[in-house]
């Protein structure tokens, strides 16, 4: 209940002494959100430069990526002893890739731009696709990972969630030319393996048959093979499930064992259509 008549200094210090007494010295000292969003954002910024008619010199782009290690290796420090290498070797690491990061990302630009018919430009991929930012961010966080970095690339990775309503766990396997368009609410588990030119539309879920903590180790989530196509709001699960190769998954599905290559899976329903001026009886639903 509020005590009306306390101060606000003394509601304040009320507040803070039973906070701290509830917290019972809870220190949480692990990189930021605030830290990964801004490294996130500079790692873009780096990799698709937007100048908006600004002139920008070598100096300044040689800057921008001292300032991307500075950063990194901020974010690492907080986790040094469960990390397999120094923080500046992995940042090293991290920075050399990125011309590699940059060729994979065109790749899934083109995928984008070439598919979807409502696209007239890579630039237009670029700077407005969620999906695409979505991707950029879980192909940084995936590197991270890969490079032995914990808690960092799920940062990132749920910073692109919070942003798109995309949800793709770093720990996923995604192969070249991938495509996702709208985006809300598509699910991509851990242990997820996606080959290449693979493409998802909103709604799909890749996830897990059981949700048990004993199987954390073990591959929970399906395998989608190339040239595959995924119709909004299909639910693929289990790990032994494989969508095979060049097969066409229609919209609302529900699979949870393997399909061939070539196939196509679709949900049939049964939708009836009169017009209003016959004199069929229609229920009044109204409470």
């Known amino acids: 209940m509020i005590n009306n008549t306390l101060s606000r200094e003394d509601n304040i210090t009320k507040t803070l002494t039973e906070l701290r007494k509830a917290q019972n010295g809870m220190n949480i000292d692990r990189p930021s959100k605030v830290q990964a969003k801004e490294f996130t954002d500079l790692c873009f910024n780096i990799l698709f430069p937007i100048n908006a008619r600004r002139t920008r010199c070598c100096s300044?782009?040689?800057?921008?990526?001292?300032?991307l290690d500075t950063m990194l290796t901020m974010l690492l420090l907080p986790e040094e002893n469960d990390l397999l290498n120094k923080p500046s070797e992995i940042?090293?690491?991290?920075?050399?890739?990125?011309?590699?990061?940059?060729?994979?990302?065109?790749?899934?630009?083109?995928?984008?731009?070439?598919?979807?018919?409502?696209?007239?430009?890579?630039?237009?991929?670029?700077?407005?696709?969620p999906g695409f930012f979505a991707i950029t961010a879980y192909r940084i966080?995936?590197?991270l990972k890969e490079l032995g970095v914990p808690l960092i690339p799920r940062l990132i990775s749920e910073y692109a969630h919070s942003t798109t309503g995309i949800d793709i766990n770093p720990g996923a396997e995604i192969g070249e030319s991938f495509f996702i368009d709208h985006g809300t609410g598509v699910v991509i588990g851990e242990t997820c393996i996606i080959k290449n030119n693979v493409k998802i539309y909103q709604g799909v879920?890749?996830?897990?048959?059981?949700?048990?903590?004993?199987?954390?180790?073990?591959?929970?989530?399906?395998?989608?093979?190339?040239?595959?196509?995924?119709?909004?709001?299909a639910t693929i699960l289990g790990g032994k499930t494989v969508i095979g190769s060049?097969?066409?998954i229609g919209g609302n599905v529900w699979i949870t064992s393997s399909v061939p290559s070539g196939s196509l899976v679709y949900h049939t329903n049964q939708i009836r259509i009169k017009p209003q001026n016959t004199d069929v009886y229609i229920p009044d639903y109204q409470i």
């Open 60 to 67: 300044e782009e040689k800057s921008e990526i001292y300032h």
């Open 91 to 129: 940042c090293k690491d991290f920075i050399s890739q990125l011309p590699e990061l940059f060729k994979k990302l065109m790749k899934d630009a083109h995928a984008i731009c070439d598919f979807d018919p409502a696209s007239t430009s890579l630039d237009e991929v670029i700077i407005t696709y």
């Open 141 to 143: 966080a995936h590197t």
């Open 205 to 233: 879920t890749l996830g897990a048959l059981q949700v048990k903590k004993e199987l954390a180790a073990t591959k929970r989530h399906p395998t989608v093979e190339d040239n595959v196509i995924i119709y909004s709001n």
């Open 246 to 248: 060049d097969s066409i």
